[in-house]
């Protein structure tokens, strides 16, 4: 397909206009148990701990 | 007490063990052909297995399709909202 | 069906009796982006997804919301367990004590109950694997907003939890609308 038959589908580098897009995870190293139930998941690239900002000093 | 203690912490070896089978079962959904993630999942589900059974045999049922001893077992306290982790 | 497991998913804990912190998490027990919210839209948007991913995910983590209602009910009824009216009241839980006594009716952090109007079922998988990318957002603020207002340990520990939650089934129902998006395209190629 050419550039402008793509355009004219409406494709942007390979990614359809108006559509959403997520990377689908593969399976890499996991969290032992123990741990995974504490940070909420087994998968370390999916971790995403939240520090809370605006607390107040104590 | 001390039996109180031992229930809990066996508890939560069934917490972290069902979690690990959860999170990969939630994997394999959207992954139905990734081979290790399914090898992975079912050595955590037959680990899950035995574990639950030897919870069941000392402290009771935790569902009610497994087999109790007499009185039945399943309805003692603690609940889940009751125990102290 | 479903058969019910006598555990929480994650062991919940508190340190002590906060009324005021009960108070608030009702927002997660019964309000617009509850976990009841989440299981009831997710169980209900499942019949009519057209791959057996997007079946599979909704049913899975339909069920695991309800794990998590639980356990929020859990951190309620602890929290209150050994409070008096008067301690509800000065909380600012006399209403609820009013009408509820100590039950764990489904209200959101206000006292306004829930409604099936917080969740939508279009029937349009595309448009509903959307709401729920944006529900797990929201859910996930919601639980920020609730660690930074309590200093519990156990709390915090088990909000933490569920906000990670959060972020694992946002990445699933991201991987199930790219599944339903190529579904679709292949099925308007060949038809
Ligand atoms: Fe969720």
Redesign the pocket.
């Known amino acids: 397909m050419t550039r402008a038959e793509n355009m004219s589908k409406g494709y942007q580098g390979g990614m359809r206009l108006a559509e959403v897009y997520i990377p689908i995870q593969t399976y890499g190293e996991t969290f032992d148990l123990k741990n995974a139930l504490m940070y909420g998941t087994i998968f370390p690239e999916l971790y995403r701990p939240y520090r809370p900002v605006h607390r107040n000093p104590q | 007490m001390h039996d109180y203690r031992s229930m809990v912490e066996l508890l939560k070896e069934i917490q972290a063990l069902e979690f690990g089978v959860y999170e990969l079962a939630l994997f394999l959904d959207t992954h139905p052909g990734d081979r290790r993630a399914l090898e992975d999942h079912n050595r955590l589900v037959s680990r899950l297995n035995q574990l639950r059974k030897a919870f069941e045999d000392r402290y009771g049922p935790l569902r009610l399709d497994s087999e109790s001893p007499y009185p039945y077992r399943y309805i003692n306290d603690p609940w889940p909202w009751e125990i102290q982790y | 069906m479903w058969f019910y497991e006598k555990k929480l998913q994650y062991p919940a804990n508190v340190r002590r009796c906060d009324l005021a912190m009960a108070k608030f998490l009702f927002a997660q027990y019964g309000g617009p982006d509850s976990?009841l919210s989440?299981a009831v839209r997710y169980l209900t948007q499942r019949y009519t997804m057209p791959i057996p991913q997007a079946k599979a995910l909704l049913t899975d983590?339909g069920t695991?919301?309800m794990a998590?209602w639980e356990i929020i009910g859990t951190l309620i009824y602890k929290l209150t367990e050994d409070a008096t009216p008067e301690q509800l009241r000065e909380a600012g839980l006399g209403d609820h004590f009013a009408q509820h006594d100590k039950a764990l009716y489904p209200h959101d952090a206000a006292g306004v109950p829930w409604t099936a109007a917080y969740i939508q079922a279009t029937g349009d998988p595309i448009t509903d694997l959307h709401e729920n990318l944006a529900?797990?957002q929201k859910?996930r603020t919601t639980y920020e907003h609730l660690i930074s207002l309590t200093d519990d340990d156990g709390v915090i520990a088990t909000l933490s939890f569920l906000r990670e939650?959060?972020v694992v089934?946002f990445q699933r129902f991201g991987e199930a609308l790219m599944q339903v998006q190529e579904h679709y395209q292949h099925k308007h190629i060949f038809c």
């Open positions: 976990e989440a983590i695991e919301e998590h529900a797990e859910a939650r959060e089934h």
